[in-house]
């Protein structure tokens, strides 16, 4: 089971991973901690890509590329894995699409948590964060419960930086998307509701077991089959394209 996870800032992406981690027994790889990893094991790659981020830029599609590729080597992708975070644009896509091809790989789903924006906004611009272990809290929490560390507000998390990040990332996020709804990969999931309920949607999606090609819980969201993910403003439908 092969699968690219998506979702805005707040989306609950994170959630749906640990939850698609433990249900399939998958690894979940995302995209910082591929570059850790890297970084800390001394690798080739990691040496190049070390001092790009220590600059604030952003590594090569190549480096990236090289260094996906020596992740979904690994003994444990071998059953199946959840990559979150890449690719972020549609060269990364299609270099990963010649990848998975060459490794004799294909994707079986993309999950997208569609939420629309002024939802984005209010679970975030709360949020606090524990700076030790990075686990996200919502408002009120005093102490990370792993760790008992205080929790802090993220500077990128306060509400005047929030609204340009979740833009930043819809707009990017609805060319890659568009990419793989042309092979039907894509399930759009409403991620209003509870845990519960947006897990059995995810599942549903990623097992094939639903019996439309909407996910969620509005029924106008049918009638936008065919529809771009929401950009800023727009409302949250859910479909399966």
Known sequence: ????LYGAPGSGKGTQA??????FGIPHIATGDMLRAEIQAGTALGRQAQPILAAGQYVSDEIMIGIVRHRLGKADCAP?????????????????DDLMHELGKRFDR??????????????????????TCQRTYPPQTTACAADGSALVQREDD????????I???????????????HERLV????????????????????NGKHSSPLMGKSPAAGRAQGALPEKPGDGAKTKTA
């Open 187 to 206: 399930s759009e999931i409403d991620g209003r509701g509870t845990i519960d309920e947006i897990s059995s949607q995810v599942l549903a999606a990623v």
């Open 80 to 96: 199946g894995f959840i990559m979150d975070g890449f690719p972020r644009t549609v060269p990364q896509a299609e270099a990963l």
């Open 18 to 23: 640990n939850m698609l981690r433990t249900h």
């Open 110 to 131: 993309v999950i997208y948590l569609k939420v629309p924006v002024e939802e984005l906004l209010h679970r975030l611009s709360g949020r606090l964060v524990c700076p």
């Open 1 to 4: 089971m092969n699968l690219l």
């Open 158 to 165: 306060k509400p005047e930086a929030v609204r340009p990040r």
């Open 167 to 181: 833009e930043i990332y819809l707009d990017k996020t609805v060319p890659v998307l568009d990419h793989y709804r």
